[in-house]
């Protein structure tokens, strides 16, 4: 079992990272009491959806429980079956004064101060200086913006950055509606429609025969080299801005032909090169005599 403990400074972007970690397959619990990770590690090693990669959350908001975070790590680091890891993020006072200013959100210790912010950092930072030393990851956020945090954050968890998008391709049929889910949508219906022939229109474009008619025209050819060269493009600009979902969308006039056909290649060409996909074909059953 992995786990990781993320903790830092009030305001330097813990909330960004456990996204991040929630996005690439982590369990995430924010602001947990040092002294139940213990015991939620055991239940996570009960459990059974196999749960197998946890990220916690724990830092100043926990008041005068934070003390226990130091037993809690030596007792984890103990066990045979867990792996802990410590991510410390800090930034430099003007820039976690600033930031607090622009959200007009409360420091943690602000009532503790009486609403001195520098003296709440400067306490904070003292109180926080032993998990520093500890940390196995570190990472300064003054100059990030919460796209490059997230980012960094991917680099040192993933081996491959895309592996944080998954891509959800889908084909859907005019007829019964625009998908609505869809960041990006393909308009098909220029293409040659398999409905007219008559031995194909009881098929659909997962079928190889259907795919080879949709596909044996130069305007197909042609449109699904520009479209994959459009979304080969695009990809990486998505990965990097921090996006965790992008839904593809081709649409027909029923979703039963040109719209499969190309959800098919495009899932297939996607996966070659080593996304994650998820293929949906929305009308692929409608008006289906049974």
Same mark, same amino acid.
């Given at each position: 079992?992995?786990?990781?403990i993320?903790t ?10 456990m996204d ?5 397959g ?6 947990i ?12 090693r009960k459990?059974?959806m196999?749960?197998?990669?946890i990220?916690v =959350?724990?830092d100043?908001?926990t ?15 103990a066990?045979?079956?867990v ?5 410390f993020?800090? =930034? ?12 007009r959100r409360k ?14 950092i400067?306490?904070?930072r ?10 196995d ?33 889908m ?10 889910? =869809? ?5 098909v ?7 007219y022939?008559e031995?194909?229109?009881?098929h659909?474009?997962?079928e ?7 596909m ?6 042609e449109l ?7 979304i080969?493009?695009?990809?990486p ?38 996304y ?14 049974i």
């Open positions: 079992m992995e786990l990781l993320v830092g400074m009030s305001g330097s972007g813990k909330s960004s990272v991040v970690m929630e996005d690439i982590f369990y995430c619990i924010d602001n009491p040092p002294k139940l990770i213990n015991q939620f590690v055991d239940l996570c459990s059974e196999g749960i197998s990669k990220a =959350a724990v100043i908001r008041g005068d429980m934070f003390a226990e975070i130091f037993h809690a790590w030596q007792k984890l680091k066990e045979d079956d792996e802990v890891k410590v991510l993020i800090e =930034a430099n006072d003007e820039v976690l004064i600033k930031r607090y200013k622009e959200t420091h943690p210790l602000d009532e503790k101060f009486n609403g001195n912010m520098h003296e709440a400067r306490y904070e003292n109180r926080l200086s032993q998990l520093r030393e500890i940390a990851y570190y990472i300064e956020t003054s100059l990030y913006s919460s796209a490059r945090l997230k980012e960094q954050v991917k680099s040192i968890f993933l081996e491959n950055s895309s592996d944080s998008l998954i891509i959800k391709v084909s859907f049929g005019f007829k019964y509606g625009v998908s609505t889910e =869809a960041d990006l949508v393909f308009d219906r220029c293409l040659p429609n398999p409905y022939i031995e194909l229109r009881k659909t474009g997962i190889k025969c259907v795919q080879n008619y949709v044996d025209s130069e305007q197909s050819q699904f080299k520009k479209i994959t060269g459009l080969d493009f695009l990809i600009l998505y990965i990097r801005e921090g996006k965790s979902q992008l839904v593809i969308s081709f649409g027909c006039t029923g979703g039963k032909h040109r719209s499969i056909t190309f959800a098919e290649l495009m899932s297939e060409h996607l996966i070659k090169n080593n994650k996909v998820q293929k949906y074909h929305r009308d692929i059953t409608k008006d289906k005599k």
